[in-house]
Nanobody, 124 residues
Framework: QVQLVESGGGLVQTGGSLRLSCAAS????????MGWFRQAPGKEREFVAA????????HYADSVKGRFTISKDNAKNTVYLQMNGLKPEDTAVYYC?????????????????WGQGTQVTVSS
């Protein structure tokens, strides 16, 4: 059974930074694609970023491109989301997810395992 545990959320002012972490257990982490998604109140869950098993391929939503960076440490079974230049519209619960293949996709239905989420709040 796969377990994903996010951490690193919190309250930050506009323009600030946060780094989210997601620790995985139960699978050979290095074989799978990892993604970050977010869900704001009253909105659907949306794709933020994804990274291939090797870490060589990444993909970002247009809304975060140039501000967020996804990375992974296979030795630590951990994926990170460095968020810089945060805006109030980035406020959401952020979830990490694992996809059972090494193909980077943006649709949430293709990710089989999800963490419990971590709250990010950006004040104006």
């Amino acid at each position: 059974q796969v377990q994903l545990v996010e951490s690193g959320g919190g309250l930050v002012q506009t323009g600030g930074s946060l780094r989210l972490s997601c620790a995985a257990s139960g699978r050979t982490f290095s074989l799978y694609t990892m993604g970050w998604f977010r869900q704001a109140p009253g909105k659907e869950r949306e794709f933020v970023a994804a990274i291939s098993s090797s870490g060589l391929r990444t993909h970002y939503a247009d809304s975060v491109k140039g501000r967020f960076t996804i990375s992974k440490d296979n030795a630590k079974n951990t994926v990170y989301l460095q968020m810089n230049g945060l805006k109030p519209e980035d406020t959401a619960v952020y979830y990490c997810a694992l996809r059972n293949t090494n193909v980077v996709v943006t649709a949430s239905q293709f990710y089989a395992y999800w963490g419990q989420g971590t709250q990010v709040t950006v004040s104006s």
